[in-house]
């Protein structure tokens, strides 16, 4: 179990450190008329984009988005409580992951007044970065069902 909380807290450092420094080079590739160098990957691309919505793009004052991330990261740590208490491990892991993707979210906003974005897939999925894959994993491990012993009842 220790070995277990070990990788887990290693693997997300290592995320945190990764998502700072992807949002580091988006920042540093921006143009001076504020657009953002495009770099062709196998996969996408790489484009500094400022971020000033909130959650699915929704047109919020700074301050607002701001205020709803602070109240939201306050909820995640509430539950996150009481799935300690509960000694509900993988909840625990996905509310750990979320909260790291909204602190560093709510840095980039606090700080730039905006979110740096940086991943393009294509015209069909928004631009994205690091804290907001950590948000999604972290939300499919909560809403997820347990698994239930499979033998079937008689």
């Not at 793009?57 to 109240?71: E, F, K």
């Not at 000694?87 to 979320?98: D, E, F, H, K, N």
């Not at 015209?123 to 499979?150: C, E, K, T, Y």
């Amino acid at each position: 179990m220790m070995r277990r909380f070990w990788l887990f807290t290693l693997g997300l450092l290592g995320l945190i450190v990764v998502d700072r420094w992807l949002k580091s080079l988006a920042l540093a590739a921006r143009l001076p008329d504020g657009q953002g160098r495009i770099i062709d990957l196998p996969i996408g691309k790489f484009i500094f984009v400022k971020n000033d919505s909130a959650v699915f793009s929704w047109p919020l004052p700074n301050a607002l988005a701001t205020d709803l991330m602070i109240v939201a990261l306050l909820g995640l740590l509430w539950f996150g409580w009481r799935a300690w208490r509960r000694q509900s491990w993988r909840t625990m892991a996905g509310v750990v992951l979320m909260i790291v993707g909204a602190a560093s979210n709510l840095y980039d906003r606090v700080t730039h007044g905006f979110v740096i974005d940086w991943a393009y897939l294509g015209p069909w999925w928004p631009v994205f970065n690091l804290a907001d894959v950590m948000i999604g994993v972290g939300l499919v491990l909560v809403i997820l069902p347990r698994q239930r012993n499979s033998t079937p009842k008689k």
